[in-house]
T-cell receptor
Framework: EADIYQTPRYLVIGTGKKITLECSQT?????MYWYQQDPGMELHLIHY???????EKGDLSSESTVSRIRTEHFPLTLESARPSHTSQYLC???????????????FGPGTRLLVL | GENVEQHPSTLSVQEGDSAVIKCTYS??????FPWYKQELGKGPQLIID?????GEKKDQRIAVTLNKTAKHFSLHITETQPEDSAVYFC????????????FGSGTQLTVLP
């Protein structure tokens, strides 16, 4: 069982509110990721980080922002939530330091967001 | 960049039958191909992976095959059970590079009792 946590698990919020989705991992992994998952299942990478103070945008354009001040913590923020942000958000981490074959991504349980 | 196509998008099988999910990839340099299983209300979990230096790998009732020439790989589940019902994702990447995993679009597998 991977030690990666997401809170809240479910969030219903009104349009225009600022929200932060939390993601923490206790495995000491350098790489962390945020995915947005459609109701149609497909995973879209929206942000990733190679380590502290490193953040990059993913393949899918997103109005969210991320920060990586500590290795174990990778929060995602929406400054002004809109109904189009309604989705499931999955956080993951991986460790590619040392051994070559360590690309396994460990996923958290996800946050299901509904913006009214 | 890499492009991964996954088929079928939905698959229903009778309990005890086999299930096969197929993926194709575009970048011949890719050499690492994991499969993830996502149960309802949970995040995806790795179930098996294969690297380009082998053609087949088995773990109990699941197996993965890789055809590098044709650039496709498949997940095989034998003697399916109701608890195998989930969404399955294939993925591909170049091991040791800065490239991210590219996921397929997912297959909803339903095992009928």
């Amino acid at each position: 069982e991977a030690d990666i946590y997401q809170t809240p698990r479910y969030l219903v919020i009104g349009t225009g509110k600022k929200i932060t989705l939390e993601c923490s991992q206790t495995m000491g992994h350098d790489k962390m990721y945020w995915y947005q998952q459609d109701p149609g299942m497909e995973l879209h990478l929206i942000h990733y980080s190679y380590g502290v103070n490193s953040t990059e945008k993913g393949d899918l354009s997103s109005e969210s922002t991320v920060s990586r001040i500590r290795t174990e913590h990778f929060p995602l923020t929406l400054e002004s939530a809109r109904p189009s942000h309604t989705s499931q958000y999955l956080c993951a981490s991986s460790d590619e330091s040392g051994t070559l074959y360590q690309e396994t991504q460990y996923f958290g349980p996800g946050t299901r967001l509904l913006v009214l | 960049g890499e492009n991964v196509e996954q088929h079928p998008s939905t698959l229903s099988v009778q309990e005890g039958d086999s299930a096969v999910i197929k993926c194709t990839y575009s970048d011949s340099a890719s050499n690492y191909f994991p499969w993830y299983k996502q149960e309802l209300g949970k995040g995806p979990q790795l179930i098996i992976d294969i690297r380009s230096n082998v053609g087949e790998k088995k773990d109990q009732r699941i197996a993965v095959t890789l055809n590098k020439t044709a650039k496709h790989f498949s997940l095989h589940i034998t003697e399916t059970q109701p608890e195998d019902s989930a969404v399955y994702f294939c993925a591909a990447t170049l091991s040791g590079s800065a490239r991210q995993l590219t996921f397929g679009s997912g297959t909803q597998l339903t095992v009928l009792p």
